[in-house]
Structures are given as structure tokens and as C-alpha cells.
């Protein structure tokens, strides 16, 4: 690719985005300037190998005006990032304006099969680290896969905003009950709770829901801020990388998963709370997960030294860690249909002050919690958070 093969100019389309594409890049922006990363998007047909990978389709989102981006610097830093991609495995189609929005093909001369295991190579290889520099090139937006998909996501993204019947509000006047629920489905012999103060994005998993998770249980897994924003705009949940070795731990209680340990206190900056979260300051993201009964290994007591302290007023403390069967795998695909544990919606709950407040929180003060960012992401000093309790702040919970 010599001379001005790679001039920008030359590669610019007349064709304008969407409405739907701008509203979505623009809420991608929002991500990115959260985050300082780039959302990563990743069609269903990269990841599921019984599927057939129609085309290796790349997509940029870079937060620069289209007339000032130099497009061989782009591409040159870019695969400077990863082994085995270099600038001739990269086909460029087209650079739309709307911030620079750059379309490509990848490894065009490959079979289907290994377009897809590069691919895999190239989605696995984002770690933390990664994705920070990454953001340092100003990219918001990175999608793999068939173009036809992310036009998909994007139509799927504009129809969760519109239409409230992929939602649920967990509360008293919305969808709410005490005790286990008793509605004669087949949850694996696990009682349900009601994820009380808890607002629930469903996910499109499979045409016949309750005939694939008949007899499956229910349980939680905390996350990242970053993981859950990503999550609901791209509707990809992440390949988390296993921490503990021979399987993932989840639990019955979503009053434990939402501990800072496992579930990240963000707090949201003014200039993007209406954005997502309507009025409030602070967010949570907590998985709910599908498993079958049969894959849990182990059920445990909580590790974070409640002792006699009530967690959830549900479930007992001895049984509020389950340990599940991973397959060995040390990449946790919750988009994967034939995984051990399936990812089924995202649960989110904002606050007007810091959760750590509220009535349902105040075990957090009896357990472990601490200062240290690699251990609980608290969102806040924690001191000044047990000043606010001692003084009896108070909080409450929003719902868009």
C-alpha cells in the first residue's frame, strides 16, 4: 500500500448514518468518555462456532473529525497493538462522517473458519491495558463481524429504549413479591427472591426461553461499571477472564453480588447522567445468570467475613456462594449458548446518593470493605461514606 493507497479522501462516502447508527455512536461517545475505552462489539456469529461467518467486517468508531484523521497512522498504530496483524490483512470499504466512522474488512484471504479464529484472537486480546490505549487513539467504537449484525444491535439498542416490556422495575407497585416465588416454573428445585430496588434489561437468548432454562436456577454475578455500560449498549456480555482457577462463583443473594467487591459503586459524572441514568448519582451492575443445577460444584459459605452479620434476610450465609462448573475454560463467555452458565439480563440500580446507605447496605459496614481499588470500588472515600452513615444520610433509589 504505497503512496496515497491510504489517503483518507479517497476512501470518504457520500452516504450519510442512520439515525439509528448516530443516536448509537453517540451513546457509544458517552461510554467512551466514561471509560477512557472503546466499546467492543462482537457479532454473534465471531463467537458461536456453530454458526457460519458470512463476512470478517471491521468497524471503527474514532472520536475525530473525518477532514483531520490520518488514516494510515490509524491502521499503522492499531496493528502495531496486535501480533499477526499487520496493514495488508486490513481491506479499508469506506469512512462515513459522524466523528470518523471507518469501515473495513479483515483477513480477506483467509477461510471462513481461520477468519474466524483471528478474529476470536483479536477479541480475547483486550485487556484492560489494551483498551486504554486504545481509547488514546481516540477510538470509541470497534465492532467484528458481519455488518448486517451491528445494524442489529443498533435496531435491538433503539427497541430496549422504546419499548418497556423488555424491562422490569423490582418494587413495590411494579413487579414485586415476598417470599419465593411461586409461579409453578421449574427453577431447579432454587427458590427465586425478588431483586428488590433492582431494574432488570432482558436479553434476546434463544426463540424458546423457558424450554432451554427449564429446571435451570437463577443466581447473580457482580461487575465492572465498564462491563455493565457495555453490556447495555451493545447487548454482548463480557468473556470474563477466570480469577479463581477451576470455576466462577455466583450467588442466590443479589444483596451479596452488589457488595463493592463484586459489583463496582460508580459514580455518575453531571454531564452524562441523563444520558443513561436519568437523575441519578451512582450505579451498580450486577449479572443475572442462568445455570443448571447439576453444574454447581460447590456451595459455600460468604468469603467476605459477615460471620453471624444478615447479608439477605432470604438466604443464609452458609449457602451464599455457589461455585460453578467452567469446563475447565479459563475464558467465561456469557454469550456462548452452550456454556454452563448463560448470561440472561442485566440488572442495574441507580441511586441519588451512595448505595452504601441504604437500609439493605448496612451489612457492607460488618464485612470486608476497604479503600483499596484492586480489592472493593467503592466510588467514594471510605471514610467519608461511614461519616454520611454515622450521620444518618440518606438514600434513595431511581427508576428510569
Not at 52 to 77: A, H, M, P, Q
Not at 95 to 100: A, L, Y
Not at 183 to 200: E, H, M
Request: charged share 25%; glycine share 6%.
Amino acid at each position: 500500500d504505497d503512496g496515497d493507497d491510504l489517503s483518507t479522501k479517497k476512501f470518504f462516502s457520500k452516504q450519510p448514518l442512520s439515525n439509528e447508527e448516530r443516536n448509537y455512536y453517540e451513546e457509544c461517545k458517552v461510554f467512551y468518555h466514561l471509560t477512557e475505552q472503546p466499546l467492543i462489539s462482537v457479532s454473534d456469529e465471531v463467537l458461536d462456532n456453530n454458526i457460519e461467518l458470512s463476512s470478517s467486517s471491521i468497524k471503527f468508531g474514532i472520536d475525530e473529525d473525518c477532514n483531520k484523521f490520518d488514516l494510515r497512522d490509524f491502521l499503522s498504530k492499531f496493528c502495531d497493538k496486535f501480533l499477526n496483524l499487520t496493514m495488508n490483512d486490513i481491506t479499508v470499504k469506506q469512512i462515513q462522517s459522524g466523528s470518523t466512522i471507518l469501515e473495513a474488512e479483515i483477513y480477506n484471504k483467509f477461510e471462513s473458519k481461520d477468519k474466524k479464529l483471528s478474529l476470536k484472537m483479536i477479541y480475547h486480546s483486550f485487556t484492560h491495558k489494551l483498551l486504554k490505549e486504545l481509547g488514546k487513539m481516540k477510538l470509541f467504537f470497534m465492532f467484528m463481524g458481519p455488518i448486517k449484525s451491528l445494524f442489529k444491535i443498533q435496531k435491538h439498542r433503539a427497541e430496549i429504549k422504546l419499548n418497556s416490556q423488555y424491562n422490569r422495575i423490582y418494587a413495590r407497585g411494579h413487579d414485586y413479591w415476598q417470599g419465593a416465588l411461586n409461579d409453578g416454573k421449574d427453577r431447579g428445585n432454587k427458590p427465586y427472591y425478588c431483586p428488590v430496588g433492582w431494574q432488570r434489561w432482558s436479553f434476546y437468548v434463544t426463540e424458546n426461553f423457558y424450554e432451554k432454562f427449564k429446571g435451570w436456577c437463577i443466581c447473580y454475578h457482580g461487575t465492572k461499571f465498564s462491563y455493565g455500560l457495555s453490556i447495555l449498549l451493545s447487548g454482548l456480555k463480557p468473556a470474563e477472564r477466570n480469577q479463581h482457577g477451576t470455576g466462577i462463583y455466583v450467588t442466590p443473594s443479589i444483596n451479596y453480588a452488589c457488595h463493592p467487591r463484586y459489583s463496582e459503586v460508580k459514580l455518575i459524572q453531571s454531564s452524562y447522567q441523563n444520558t443513561f441514568f436519568k437523575s441519578g448519582k451512582y450505579v451498580q451492575f450486577v449479572l443475572e445468570c442462568r445455570i443448571r443445577p447439576n453444574n454447581i460444584n460447590k456451595i459455600d459459605s460468604e468469603t467476605l467475613g459477615a460471620n453471624n452479620t444478615i447479608i439477605d434476610s432470604n438466604i443464609n450465609n452458609q449457602v451464599t456462594e455457589w461455585v460453578i462448573n467452567n469446563q475447565n475454560k479459563t475464558i467465561v463467555d456469557f454469550n456462548d449458548p452452550e456454556s454452563s452458565i448463560v448470561c440472561t439480563g442485566l440488572l442495574t440500580r441507580v441511586t441519588d446518593e451512595h448505595p452504601g446507605l441504604l437500609s439493605e447496605s448496612q451489612w457492607w459496614y460488618r464485612s470486608h470493605l476497604c479503600n483499596n481499588s484492586k480489592c472493593c470500588l467503592v466510588g467514594i472515600d471510605l471514610n467519608a461514606l461511614q461519616r454520611q452513615n454515622q450521620s444518618g444520610d440518606i438514600c434513595n433509589i431511581i427508576f428510569n
